[in-house]
């Protein structure tokens, strides 16, 4: 390069450079009294509420109740951690294990864990929970709203319905009393307590969407439904209602998201149904069914109108077995029940919710349409054979 060349891209340079500070002079000057200007704006907080407690005393008296009641029913709710260690294949041997003759390959094992709630129900420990929180589990640990921590026991299991009793051996227990579901309204405020993804003592608030509600078509319970939120871990966790009383156990959701996330809809086994698995493992120690003795099957348009029965509603006995409950009652083919102690039967699944929740031994009033005439029988709840729901299925 010559040196004129040289020269000449020195004065460009120098040249770029003044251009490039006289720029940054002119920015800075006419920042510089926006940046000497800045200072801290005025703050003025707030004085107070804009309202106080005695000018909306309605509302005051709601929150205070709300923080009262749940204060009050948290203690008796628990939360569930359940495992079982399950053998998978066995390991492929290291080289050096077996050039010294130290290992020939190892079973190896993987810990399964299950989280849900649960409800302690007597001074003496005894816990409502689902089913499927602790079905195949070896090792179930129930946590108290204080941090303590005990090992549990199953005393018995309902799979049907969801409800599984355990116990635990703790002193100071505070139970929840076991309310009546059928009591229970639509549009009934209802809280359900648990434990959502280990969030432990969590609560929502909701109402009574439905009652009866079934999950599919052959469900062997009528749920409660409610829209209080209830996620993965509220599984087994008490429906309260405002007297702190248990009106369901939270079993499942409906979803049509791929995780299983909640949609607004949640369902609950009514407490009736949980009343009798638990008295039925107390008083026997096992789950044992009512048993009336029939084969039961739907009322269609057709046969509707052949029996003179004017609806579909009701479930038609097919056939009585000998010596059952049934036939010492005078339930005969033919007889479409209608009612059970009272209550309106509206199909067959609701007949067998209605079984599921009286005792063996009670006896119950049925109503029954016998060629187009209405009669009343009275029977006695026997006990279900084994692997019987109660009724044989056709």
Do not use: C
């Not at 129900?121 to 005990?150: K, P, Q």
């Amino acid at each position: 390069m010559t040196t004129r060349r040289i020269v000449f891209l020195f004065i460009v340079l120098v040249l770029v450079a003044a251009g490039l500070l006289r720029l940054g002079q002119m920015v800075l000057r006419e920042a510089g009294p926006r940046l000497q200007q800045a200072k801290p704006d005025g703050y003025t907080a707030a004085e107070g509420p804009k309202l106080e407690a005695r000018d909306v005393p309605g509302l005051a008296a709601i929150d205070e109740e709300y923080t009262r009641l749940v204060g009050t029913v948290m203690p008796s709710v628990v939360s569930i951690t359940s495992q079982r260690v399950t053998q998978l294949g066995a390991s492929r041997a290291n080289p050096l294990d077996l050039l010294f003759g130290t290992s020939r390959g190892q079973r190896q094992q993987q810990v399964e864990t299950s989280l849900g709630s649960g409800v302690i129900v007597s001074r003496e420990g005894h816990v409502l929970t689902n089913n499927h929180v602790i079905e195949g589990m070896s090792a179930i640990e129930v946590r108290l709203s204080d941090d303590r921590s005990f090992p549990a026991k199953v005393l018995g299991t309902d799979p049907m319905v969801d409800i599984a009793v355990l116990k635990i051996e703790a002193p100071n227990l505070e139970p929840l009393p076991v309310g009546d579901s059928d009591a229970v309204r639509v549009g009934q405020l209802v809280f359900a307590i648990g434990n959502p993804f280990g969030l432990s003592e969590t609560v929502t608030a909701g109402i009574v969407s439905a009652k009866a509600r079934r999950t599919a078509a052959d469900s062997t319970v009528e749920y409660l439904q409610t829209d209080a939120a209830v996620n993965h871990g509220n599984s087994g966790g008490p429906l309260i209602n405002l007297r702190g009383e248990i009106v369901g156990i939270n079993t499942a959701i409906y979803s049509r998201t791929e995780d299983g996330g909640w949609l607004g809809i949640s369902f609950a086994v009514p407490s009736n149904v949980a009343r009798r698995a638990l008295e039925s493992v107390i008083k026997r120690g096992r789950i044992v069914r009512g048993y009336l003795g029939v084969s039961l099957q739907g009322l269609t348009p057709d046969l509707a109108k052949t029996l003179k029965a004017g609806s579909t509603d009701g479930a038609l006995v097919g056939a009585v077995t000998a010596g059952a409950p049934a036939e010492r009652a005078g339930l005969k083919p033919g007889d479409v029940i209608r009612k059970f102690n009272g209550r309106p039967v509206r199909d067959v699944p609701s007949l067998k919710s209605r079984l599921r929740e009286v005792d063996v031994g009670e006896r119950v009033q049925l109503g029954v349409l016998r060629g187009g005439s209405e009669i009343k029988l009275e029977a006695q709840i026997g006990e279900a054979p084994p692997e019987s729901n109660g009724m044989p299925r056709r």
